[in-house]
């Protein structure tokens, strides 16, 4: 329920979740809509929404991920591009679901080596236009 979304993931804003923005099945958060919205970080709680397939957090203001994202077991598709990462979490290779990945337009330098973990991955967009620092 948006509901309980929105005490799951407070630091993300008080419009993140709406209606339109937050797909269920079965009870469980399955997709999550939350791009141009400002958001500058995900709380450590943000790896609590294991049921999620598909995320959109492009066009945010980003710069890493909780470890707990590595939670996402279930994560099949991930939207992070146009941020401001510049480094992932050791743990994003637990992501063992995951094919469809769009990091384009951050400043990472390098992936985490748990990165070749990432078995399932058929789709990866990853090119810089920003500097990395």
Not at 21 to 45: D, F, Q, T, W, Y
Not at 102 to 130: D, I, M, V, W
């Amino acid at each position: 329920e948006v509901k309980a979304l929105r005490d799951l993931v407070p630091d993300m804003g008080q419009h993140v979740c709406t209606a339109d923005s937050v797909i269920c099945m079965g009870g469980h958060v399955e997709e999550l809509k939350c791009a141009s919205r400002n958001i500058s970080r995900l709380p450590e709680s943000f790896g609590d929404l294991q049921w999620l397939k598909k995320l959109h957090l492009q066009r945010n203001k980003l710069r890493s991920l909780p470890e707990s994202f590595g939670k996402l077991w279930s994560l099949e598709t991930l939207y992070l591009y146009d941020n401001n990462l510049s480094s992932l979490p050791e743990s994003f290779g637990s992501l063992s679901q995951l094919k469809r990945l769009y990091l384009q337009n951050n400043h990472l330098a390098s992936l985490p080596e748990s990165f070749g973990s990432l078995s399932r991955l058929e789709h990866l967009a990853f090119f810089q236009t920003k500097r990395a620092h």
